[in-house]
Every structure is written in C-alpha cells, then in structure tokens.
C-alpha cells in the first residue's frame, strides 16, 4: 500500500543509502564515518512508536471537540453534543476499519483504492508474531508496523467527522447525524485522501498538504458547510428584522479547555505527520514541525485578540480561541517550513481570516455554532495557498486540489444530508428545538442541578 | 525480579539471539544479513521510554476516574470524590513504594514475594549512576530501568483503587476509605499480582491476562463489591415499593471528560503492557494492542448504545458511556490478537453485558454508583474468558483464574471493609449523607456560587 | 549554544568514550564487548523525541494551570482567567522566540546571552533538510534537533508566566498583565535562565537546579509576589477588623482537573529535564526522576492532608491539592536522587511549608489567589536547599543562587509592575472588581445560563 507517498519516501531512500555505506564502512574497516546510523530495525520501533504516541495524541484531539462544542451551546443541548461526540469517534474508527482504510491507501489507482472489507496485519507479520523470526527482514523492510500506520491514520478521519458536528449542533438529528458521519468516514473522506496522501491524481500532480489543511480541515469544513446550509439555522439565531440573536456558550471554561486540549493533539496531528523517525534528518524536520505549529497557533491567539476589537468592536474572547485553531489549521498544510518567523505570519493571517469569516457568515445568515466553518475550512483553503510563499507549493496545483476537493466533498455532502433528510429527516421538531435535545431525545439534562434561567424567547 | 513473565522472555530471547547472529555477521564480513537488528543498549532506551510515556498516560486514568465519578454524583458530594480520589492515587503510589512492588514482584514464590520494605534502583545501575561505566553492560542486560518498571506498575495499582471509589461514592467515610485503598494496594492486589504477573502459580499453570481484565479490574471490581455489600445502598435508592430512585450525574459533561480521558489512557494501559518495545516483533505487537484497544472500545459504545434501547426502554447516554469502558475492559485481557474482527466481537459483547449488569444489579438491589461492578468486574470476566477464543487461551485454566482471584479478593476485602466499619464505620451518618459530605466531612461546596434544586425527597 | 550545561555535557562525554570502544570493537574484532551500545545517530533521535514528547505534556500543564485557576476564582471572573492563560501562553511563546531563548543560552557570558532577534535551526540541519546529506554527521554531532531543544525550553518559560497568573486573579487588568508577561519572558526569565541552565556565572559556581524548583518556580514566585503586593489584595479580601473573607472556588472539580493536569505534565517537565536519552545511564536515571516527582507529590497531597486539621482547623481540601503542587515543585530542584525515600521526605516537607505559608501569608494580608507564593516560592526555595540533603548540592551556593534570584526577579518585576501601573494602571476599577471582569471587560459570562448568587458584600 502507499501512503502519503512524498515525503514518506524521499526521506526513506535518503537513510538507506547512509546505511549502506555505514555497513560497508565497518565491514572494510574504514575509519572515515564520522557516526554511525540507525539501523534498520531501530529504525522501524521508531516510526511505530511515533505514530503510537502521536497517534494517541490525536485521538485525544476527540475530547477537544466535544468540550469546545459543549460549552458552546446551550446547557439543554449539552448532554446530545457528548453522546454525538462519543458516538462520532466510534462510528469513524469502526467504518475506517470496515472499509475506509483500504479505499485510501490499498491499490489506489488515479481516484480511488480498494473495495475489500477490514484491515490487518501484513502477511509478513503475521507469519513474525506467529514465531517465523525469518519473517523479521521483510517486516522491518516495510519501514513501520502495519497498524501503528491504521491507528494514526484513523484518528485523522475522526477529526473530520468532529469538524461537522460542532457546525451543526443544537437542532440536528443525532441519529441522522451517525448515518452522515458513517458516510464520511467510509467513503467521502478515503476518496480525498486516495487522490492525495494514498497517491492518486492529486498526488502526482504535485499537491501539498502536509498534515491536511485541506484533505482533513477542507474536508470536514466543506461537510459542515453543506450539512448547515440543509439543516438551516437554530429557531431565532437570524431574527426577521435582519439582526442576530446572540447565543452565547454556557460554559467558556469547558470551550477555553477544548482548545488547549486541540492544541496539545496538534502536536501528534502535525508532529506524527512527519510519519517517520528513523534518521536526524527526520527528527530535525519534525522539530520543526512542533516550533511551527506552537507559533502559529500563538500568532493565531493574539492576532484574532488584537483584531477583534477592530471588527467585532470589543476584545473578544472567542475571536481569541478560535484564533488558536485558525492559526493550527493554517500552518497544517506546510509546518516543515524552515523559516520559523513565516509560520508565525501564516497563523497571524489565519487568526485575522477567521475572525473575518466569523462575522461574514453571520451577515450571510449561516449558522455555525462553533465556528467551524470560518476556522477549519476558510484557515484551510488559506493554508493550503500558503504553502506556496514558504515551503514551495505550486499556486495553480494547490489551487486545483482545494477546488477539486472542495467540490468533490461539498457536492456529495450535499446530496447525502438531503438523501438523509428524506429517509430519516435531519433536523428535530421545533418543539424539541426548544425544550433542548438532551430532555427531549435523551431524556438527561446536562446539569440537572443546577437552576437554568428562564427560557430565552424564540421568534419564529 | 520477575514480572509479567510470559511474554517479557518469550519477546527477548528471540531478540538476542538475532542480535548475536547479527554482530557475529558484521565482525566476520558475512553480507548475507538484509537488515541490521536493534543494539542492546538502544533495546534498552526503547523499553524503559516505552514504559514511561505509556506509564504517565495510564496516571491520567486517574483524573479519568475522578471525572467520571464527580460528574456522576450528586453536586452536594463532588468535593469529597475529588479528594478522596486525589488521595488514592497518592496512597497507592506509596503504600506500591512501601511494600507493594516486593510482595508482587520480588523473589515471587508460588503464592507471595518479599516482605522487605522500599524498593529501588539495581546495585548496577546504582553503580553507573555513580559513575562506574563498566557497569553498563549489566545494566543493559537487565533489557529496562528498573524504576521505569516500578513507574508502569505503580500506576495499574492506582487504577484497581480507583474502581473502588467510584462504587462507594456519596455515603463512603474518607478517611475509612483511605484505609481500604492502602489495604488493597499495600497486599491484596500485590499478592494478585504475585500469582500471575509476579510468576506464581497461576502464571505456572498458564493463566493469560495481557493487560489485566481480571489482575486489575476483576481485583478493583471484586473490592469494589464486596465494599458496597458493607456499605450497602445510598438512603433511598431502593424505595420500599420495590422501585429504583433515579441518580441522574450532576454533570454529564464531566462524566463524558472522563471517559474520554480514560479511553486515551487505555492506550497506555494495553500498549504499555507490551512491556517492551525493543524489536520489529513487540512494535508490530503493540501496533496491534493499540488497535484492538480502540476497536473494542468502539464497539462497545455503539452496541451499548443500540442494545440501550431495547434493553432500558430508551437511548441511553450512560450505557453508551459506560459501553465504552466495557469495551475497553473486554479487550484487555488479549488485546494482541491478530484478527482485529475478533476485538469488534469482543467490544461489542461487553458492551451487552455491561448494559444488562446495570439492569441486574439494581434489581438485585446493588447500588453501584457509576456502574463500577458492570463495567469492570463483569466485562473483566468476559474479557479473560474470551482469552480463549482468539488468543489462544485455556478455558479452564481462565476459569481457575477468576474464581481464585475473585475469591481471594471478595473474601479479603470483604473482611477488610467489616474490619474498618467495626474500628472506624465505613459509613457517614444519615445526617451527613443528607447534607452532603462536602458540607458535613469538608466545609467546602463543590460549585458554592451555583443554586442548587431544593434537596430531593429521601425515604427512609 | 550552551544549554543546562552540568549534566548534559557529563552524560554527554561518558556516552562518547563508550561508543568509541565499542566501534574500535567491532572493527578489530574484539569479541569482549558484552553489548552494543546506541549509535550516534539513533542517540539523536532518542534526545530529540524526549524532548519533543515531554515537552508537548509540559504544555499540557498550561491547561492545568488555566483549569486550577478558573475554578479558583468567582464565576464572576473566569471567562478573563481563560483568555488570560491562552494569551500568556501565546506571549511567551512568541517572545521567547523573538529574543528570550537567545538570551538564555545563544553565546553566554558570566551574565546574559546574545541580543540577536529570532532563532532557528543550525546551518547544518538547514543544509540537511535543503538534501545535503553529507551534514548529517555534523548535525549528529550536536546531539539533538535544534528546535526540539527550543521547544522544550519554551513551555518552561510558559510555565513561569502561568504561576504569577493566578496569584493575581481577579483584579489585574488583563492587558497590563499581558505587558508584564512579555517581559517577564522575554527579558527577566531569561536572565535568570543565562546565569544558570545557559552557563552563567551560577552554573560556574556548581549551583544545581535540574529541573528549575528555583529557576521556573521561583521565579514565577518572586514575580507573583511582587505582582500581589503592587496590586494590593481584592476588595473586601481582609476586613477592617482583622479578620479574613473566606473566598472558596467556585468550581472545586476544576480545581482539581488542574491539579491531575499539572501532576502529570511534571512528568514531562522534570523528566524530560534528564535532557538526553541516549543511553541506558540517561534512560535509568530519567527512570529515577519520574519515580521521585510521584512520590514526591503523594507525600505531599498526604502530608497537607494529614496536617490541615492541626494548621487549618479542619480537613482541607485546597491544603491537599496544593501539598501536589508543593510536593512537585519541592522536588523539581533535584528529582535524580537514587535514594527514593528521600523524594518522600522533601515532598512531605513541602507539603508541610506549603500549608504553614498559606495561614502565614493570609496573616501578613497578602492576597494570593491560587496560593502560588506557598506553592512555588516557599517550596521553590525548599526543593532548592534539599538538593544538599540527597543530591549533593552545596548548601552556600544553593543560598546565592535563591537570594540571586531572588533579588533580581523580585526587584525587576516590581519595577516592571509599577512602570506598567503608571503607565497603564495595573488594577480594575472597583465597580469593575465588584461587577466581575467578564461583564466589564469581556462582555461575556462564564456561566451565564446558571444563576448565581446574590453579590457578597464588600467591605470597603
């Protein structure tokens, strides 16, 4: 199988000719190697072990989402986003496991891979763990444990899944919403990433996205995108007389945690997408990924603070936590630039565009709860572009790869939400809308202790 | 010493003898090697790195539990779960220091270790640390620090305390508490520990429990029981018509933290459990172990969730959450199986079963606070016998297994609670579980600026 | 560049000599070699992978901190707590790599480091990184990737901004405090840091600091207590009559959220402070250090416990979570003590000081939030002096190390505190103190769907 085939093998055949010249050297006695190289199999538990514990760092990217997305709604609504949340993660790590994997990454052709079902262990390592020690050399040949690679790559396709529920929370359908996330996570998401990181046309035309300011972000914004424009607004969030109802979150600690938690994950996210670990050239240019993605995100914080005040007209708190992961989002797609102070400018253009878009989509009367759309997708496209000032990104490539993904996933999102909606309708009642999901579908309130002020008054 | 001693041998000798093969081959000119193995200092770096990144991430299990244990109470307790939880992790860590580790681990009998005290680094490594380098090699041949060992095993001891609380929560005293924990992790869990992990005879008779599916969450669930038999039900959970008082969490978001926190530490947990990662071998193993983990899991939450509705009349959010730590548990016993399928069956089962031992124990009158008995005891269980339907293990030997521990561990700590209740009372008076224990044990709300609903009716 | 000189450059030397003899070895066919010890290349990577995974928990511990503090404080003011740690977060993120970390250890002399603006990778990882494979030697050579250095570094000094945060709750301007952040973490930290970790005039001494119980929390310490008593106590903290307004969080699980987040980000703050783990020497003795911050830490938590009722008057729950943060800071200053009792005994003492310092300060009226002075300075300056006790530490240049220290960041941040006060003013206005800084500042509640309680009255 091939998998984000650039880097992957450039930086691989670089270690091998090293080695073999280290190898040669001892055997004939030469004295002139200034140090010796990670050997093969060294090199293999590295590059597990970083996608295991990069890996495990993303999934915690999980809980990010669900504390950002429930301290932004309303306290009636807070115990579905939990469930949602939950229920998402699970869905993508089964439907990956199911087929979603191989559709990405197993025999991909120009647009698409494998139709088999499941995913396992090579036939090399089953025959190693099953005590065919001879079956080492062709294992460590393969450069990482086969499922060390599953496991990094299915926490990736969760956090898209995450990307749609926020935009869409306090009025869809839970159980609809699992059908879409099902839909995404098998077939919409391993298609974009057949055509980029598992070596499609996108691929071999050239097109750069590093840890997937696009293929991830791009493709979860997109989704959320169509599925807000289907399911419309909240009852009353765009009132008659053109103005906007304010919906501030009910918990700002739990949103200020999911962002620090997104932030902690980023690391894993950006870091592991290095996808190996096996030479000082590998582990330089993942360093350099960490600084990058650290001082975009601190670029993003203050730059959406510092503008805020300009174009929201008050120093706004939510300018500044989507700021930290418009600045994330931004550098994703290219933070193995070299020139650290361009990844600070990167995030400080995200922090600004986000804090633009937040308010341009509520003049378009879109209704993005989280935000998710202006941070994920607009940071997204703009770091995808911006591959090109630093990390040299061709212009016309990228452009193509954002609008042919853009279309690819918009469109089919679009027809899936409506398809859903017929079936199983989208989006609850009004009545539900207003008592709140967690009491009218879960009967659970969040917070059942604790007095809520009176309802707020819902024009309709 | 000796610990965990199945696999740790098994694993290393395949890897020195490919080692001496491969020096044999540098140092004679041999060409015919494809691939150069890990050196055994490096082996050694991997192991103890392994050990202390999966270590801190299974600490985090702690903060785990005392989420879910918080957001599952009433607010008028929330206090005291947060302390006593931050003290068991306290005291268990210094009781495993004081004598634990030994008992379990040091010079292993059939049945129990050392009584000596304290424990610590190797004389070698004393040595290397002093500054003697020649001690390197007897340092490297022991294949892991032995502290870092100490560390992974520390915080599994941690984690059977911490199943305890969350059972007993809302009329348990502290400080009698704090007495069982350092009972449980100063001798009943070591000498668990000691049969198995530890070497002794149930290790001898072939007993396999990757992770802990019974060592560790059989041991914690059975004391767990056995403590709320002594303690008996929260005042009027079990109404004298026969019908169940609903306990809905406080915070169902805490709840929700919690699980996610726990499921990321369970990478830990089960991949730690790898023990080492010094070869192509034990990284395709623990690549394995990750995925397992996360698939269980997975299934669990989804089938909890399905299951829910026809098992408790209604979408249940805290099955689904509770299905998640089933799976988990299910998995752990043997969760380096190789046909990933087979972990989805497993996670899904427990899911099942965890969703109807809820049902079962409140009709049998059992008030578990946070489901701890279904969860870990009765998925344990599951998770050891299904041990033998894809990895290999022996139904009867699986059955001893349980039996011997959950006697062992259900005789003792039943004795250790009634001991405790004659010296100290393990139960707060009806006052102080009417009040709350934050008011009555520790003067101190857990939300002071937050009007609470009037106190619910309590039967007497 | 130079940087925590003492113990890198000595593990650093003894690893060298080893691998010389042991490929001297393997050249002439010496079979007396009992091992293989890590190739240069596989050392790099390990050190540059510590530091990338310990720092990224470290960072971790920003949340803790925000955590701790916002559920310290009234609701009232935790919307301005959470943007307050996300942009001092960001700020020292981006000063340190404007110009602090080039202060700390680019080019020390006795006193300060180099002015020069912005840091980056070497010329040799740049002509790596550009396909220069011939650099690798000397990028191997330099033991550990550039920026891995600079990011583990970084959430230091973050971690040093985050401690004078808290102290100041509740009536610091957040702009102000930004502005002090800045150059408490451009400027002041690093001075600090250059005189000891970066080859200073201090480290020349043999003052021993491993972790930074003096050069992180003290600092933080000193710049807290000079912030406080610019800042004065809150309205109504202390009453005309002596006596002493009890002001409880107000979210005591978030408080202890905190502390769990902090205990284990230590890990990587004091683990990853081994700063090198190329060897089974590094790998045992970082080993030792994570053993030592737990029981550190657990004999704190016990020991507050335990005395609270004798100091406090009670069981107190805030003496508890801070004897964690008293043990961890006690013993940050020397945590590769091989004696594990000792960590016991310091931990225990500092959980002793940190409970005795809280009454102390509330009677000299000085009004520390989160109780960062008895947690960081006192068993700052404790863990520092206990480095005599079982690490070898010379008690008399401990002592100039502390009143150096000392003096410099106490005096500097008062001056700091007091130009910003003239030019900015430092405090809120009363009826902003009385409304809380998230409606008069922000605009934006905390909690704004639970109803609070009716304003306390304020004393003034």
Chains 1, 2, 3 share one sequence.
């Not at 995450?162 to 995404?184: C, P, Q």
């Not at 400018?345 to 993005?368: F, H, N, P, R």
């Not at 016309?396 to 918009?410: E, R």
Request: proline share 2%; glycine share 12%; aromatic share 12%.
């Amino acid at each position: 199988m091939i998998r984000r085939v650039g880097h992957l093998f450039s930086d691989r055949s670089g270690i091998s000719i090293t080695r073999a010249l280290l190898i040669l050297g001892l055997l004939f006695g030469g004295a002139s190697f200034a140090y010796a190289a990670v050997d093969e199999e060294t090199l293999f538990v590295f590059n597990t072990f970083s996608f295991l514990v990069w890996g495990a760092l993303v999934m915690w990217m999980a809980a990010g989402f669900t504390m950002l997305e429930a301290g932004s709604v309303r306290t009636k609504n807070a115990s579905v986003i939990c469930l949602k949340n939950l229920g998402l993660y699970s869905i993508a790590g089964l439907a990956y496991y199911l087929i979603g994997y191989n559709l990405m990454y197993v025999d991909v052709g120009g647009f698409i891979g494998s139709f088999k079902l499941l995913y396992g262990p090579s036939a090399d390592e089953l025959a190693l763990i099953g005590g065919d020690a001879a079956a080492t050399a062709a294992v460590v040949e393969s450069g990482y444990a086969v499922m060390s690679d599953w496991f990094f790559q299915m926490v990736f396709v969760a956090t898209a899944a995450s990307i749609v529920s926020g935009a869409l929370a306090e009025r869809v359908k839970m159980w609809s919403f699992f059908v879409f996330t099902a839909i995404l996570t098998a077939i919409i998401y391993p298609v974009v990433g057949a055509w980029t990181w598992g070596g499609g046309w996108l691929a071999g035309m050239g097109f750069q996205d590093f840890a997937g300011s696009t293929i991830v972000h791009g493709t979860g914004g997109w989704a959320a995108l169509a599925g807000v424009l289907v399911v419309g607004p909240r009852l009353g969030k765009f009132r008659k007389d053109g103005s906007v109802h304010a919906t501030p979150p009910s918990n700002v600690v739990l949103v200020t945690l999911g962002v620090f938690i997104l932030w902690l994950g980023w690391f894993g996210f950006n870091g592991g997408s290095q996808l190996v670990l096996g030479s000082a050239l590998d582990a330089v240019a993942m360093s350099n990924v960490m600084v990058n993605t650290n001082l975009a995100a601190a670029a993003g914080v203050i730059t959406a603070l510092a503008c805020s005040r300009w174009i929201l007209g008050r120093t706004d708190m939510f300018a500044a936590l989507n700021g930290a992961i418009a600045g994330l989002v931004s550098i994703t797609a290219g933070p193995d630039i070299t020139q650290h102070l361009w990844s600070v400018i990167i995030g400080a253009v995200g922090g600004l565009l986000c804090t633009l878009s937040i308010k341009a989509l509520e003049k378009m009367k879109i209704d993005d709860v989280v935000g998710a759309v202006p941070a994920h997708l607009i940071c997204g496209i703009w770091g995808t572009l911006a591959v090109c000032i630093a990390a040299g990104g061709n212009f016309g490539v990228q452009l193509i790869g954002i609008l042919a993904v853009g279309a690819f996933v918009f469109v089919l999102s679009f027809l899936a939400w409506k398809l859903i909606d017929v079936l199983l309708t989208v989006r609850v009642t009004k009545n539900v809308e207003r008592m709140g999901q967690d009491t009218a579908e879960l009967k659970i309130d969040a917070y059942p202790e604790f007095v809520l002020m009176p309802e707020e008054d819902i024009e309709e």
